[in-house]
């Protein structure tokens, strides 16, 4: 029986690009990545060169892994069309706990164009959940296809409309887990090629303040992050008031929605 390939949502991330490289050269499945372009996205050029500089370098090493490796398909998320009811989940279950927006379009997303049993990369938030997370990781089941979805659950029917389309292949991995696994199997210098800085600053490198970059100095990564970018980190870190507005997520959601405003 023909193996199905993984539809990966990929974003030249250090989650996903672990998930393509560990289905490519440990599983050795064929993989459907899939990116959407996001125009308003900062890091829209890096992620794009990310993802080339890393096929190219898989292929370089590992030739054989080209059979398992589909070409990726693109979609433009200004082609995502609303979806109000979708969209009124999400608003209910964001005051109960915070987590990116990101996650409510790429759920229309993955509706709309029918893609099935998405590979969404979160990992294993070891210490405080926060975010995606915190919403997903008490309601994960394993199906027998061994992928964990979202249940559904009485009392959990927002977490499941937002999320219950996607799989979760490396909820219990950590970053430092990933590492070790790339370790391991001489991949680690390719997974470096990843980006993960959703702000880049004006010298094109990581910024330091923004989530993924503070989950990384945070999160044993801290080397990914140049000098610049480190001293930033410290700065916000020293003037960051975010772990006592959490406490309120409608107050934390509004100025994050604010922030968002004035960045458009």
């Known amino acids: 029986m023909k193996t199905m390939p993984a539809n990966l949502l ?12 560990q289905l490519l050269l440990i599983e050795k499945r064929p993989v459907q990545p899939i990116y959407i372009l996001d125009p308003e996205r900062w890091s829209l050029p890096q992620e794009l060169q990310a993802m080339a500089k890393i096929k190219n370098a898989v292929l370089a090493r590992f030739p054989e892994a080209e059979e398992y490796l589909l070409p990726t398909i693109m979609y433009d998320r200004t082609d995502v069309k609303p979806d109000p009811e979708l969209a009124d989940h999400a608003e209910k279950l964001v005051k109960k706990i915070h987590f990116g927006g990101q996650y409510e379009w790429l759920a229309r997303a993955t509706k709309q164009f029918g893609i099935e049993n998405a590979e969404i990369c979160i990992e294993n938030d070891f210490g405080q959940p926060v975010g995606c997370y915190a919403t997903v990781h008490t309601l994960l089941e394993e199906g027998q296809d061994g992928m964990r979805r979202v249940a559904e659950r009485e009392g959990h029917e927002h977490e499941f409309a937002v999320f ?5 292949p490396i909820v219990t991995l950590t970053k430092v887990d990933m590492k070790e696994i790339a370790q391991q199997h001489d991949f680690l210098d390719i997974l470096e090629m990843s980006w993960f800085c959703h702000r880049p600053n004006f010298l094109g490198e990581a910024c330091g303040t923004c989530n993924p970059c503070r989950i990384a100095m945070s ?18 870190t020293i003037l960051d008031i975010r772990p006592l507005v959490r406490k309120w997520p409608a107050l934390f959601n509004l100025l994050k929605r604010i922030k968002g405003g004035r960045a458009s």
């Open 10 to 21: 990929n974003t030249g991330g250090w989650d996903s690009t672990f998930r393509l490289l």
């Open 219 to 236: 999160h044993g990564m801290a080397h990914r992050v140049p000098p610049l970018g480190r001293f930033c980190y410290r700065v916000a």
């Open 164 to 168: 219950g389309m996607f799989t979760f």
